[in-house]
C-alpha cells in the first residue's frame, strides 16, 4: 500500500456535514488532506452557513448537485439525528451508494455506519473507514469491493 500522502496528491474529496457537526473535526481533516495535496469541497444537504458546533461552516456544493462521482472519495462527518434524518433523502443514500459501487474510500462517522449505509445496502469493508482513520486508508479504490457490486463474469 502505498503512501496516503502520494494517494491523495490531486485527488479531490468530498465531506458531507449538516447542522451540528463538529467544525474542528471537518477543518482539521480538510487541512490534513490539503496538508497531502489533495482539494476538499464540503458538501452539505443546503448552501450558505449552517451552524456547527463550533460556529458555523459554508458548504461548498449542495448535496443533491454534487454526487459522489465527482469525487475520488468521500467522508461523512454526521450527528447521529442528522444522519438518520439524511437516511430519509433520496439524494444522501444515493451519494454513498454510488461511492460504494465505484469502490472509493467511504469514510463514515458512527451516526452514517448506523443509518446511511444500510439504506444503500453498503456492508462496510476496508474500503470503509472512520473519518478519524481517512488520512491512513487514503483516496483509492477499493476493486476487491468489485464483485459485491457488478455482476462478473
Known sequence: QKNAKDMLKGRCVGILFAEGSDKSAITKLKGEIEDAGGMVKLVAPKVGGIPVKGGTLKADEKLEGAPSVVFDAVVAMLMPEQAAKLAKDVAAVQWFADAWYHCKTIGACKGTREHLLPKANI???????????????????????????????
Open 123 to 153: 456492508e462496510p469493508d476496508a474500503g470503509v473507514c472512520m473519518p478519524e482513520e481517512f488520512m491512513q486508508v487514503g483516496a483509492k479504490r477499493h476493486w476487491d469491493r468489485e464483485p459485491q457490486v457488478r455482476d462478473l463474469p
